[in-house]
Nanobody, 124 residues
Framework: QVQLVESGGGLVQAGGSLRLSCAASGRTASSYGMGWFRQAPGKEREFVAGISRSGGSTFYADSVKGRFTISRDNAKNTLYLQMNSLKPEDTAVYIC?????????????????WGQGTQVTVSS
């Protein structure tokens, strides 16, 4: 089974940066596409970024293109999300996810495995 644990969230000022990490456990954790979702209070969970099994393909929500970068290190079973030029609108709980069934994780995909999330708060 796959378990996901996020870290790196916190409070930052607008324009600042954060790097989120997601440690994946499980013998086949690195076999799937992975990605990040976020959920703000009163809003539905939305796709942020996804990455293929090998890291060769990445996918981003329009709202974060050019500011966020997703990457993975399969040797460490770790997923990352580098967030630059943060805006107050980025405030949300960021949740790590693993496809569990595909080498991809795109905006239309529904992951099988989810982490508990890490809070990111951006102040103006």
């Amino acid at each position: 089974q796959v378990q996901l644990v996020e870290s790196g969230g916190g409070l930052v000022q607008a324009g600042g940066s954060l790097r989120l990490s997601c440690a994946a456990s499980g013998r086949t954790a690195s076999s799937y596409g992975m990605g990040w979702f976020r959920q703000a209070p009163g809003k539905e969970r939305e796709f942020v970024a996804g990455i293929s099994r090998s890291g060769g393909s990445t996918f981003y929500a329009d709202s974060v293109k050019g500011r966020f970068t997703i990457s993975r290190d399969n040797a460490k079973n770790t997923l990352y999300l580098q967030m630059n030029s943060l805006k107050p609108e980025d405030t949300a709980v960021y949740i790590c996810a693993s496809s569990g069934s595909s080498i991809y994780l795109r905006t239309t995909d529904t992951p099988r495995y989810w982490g508990q999330g890490t809070q990111v708060t951006v102040s103006s």
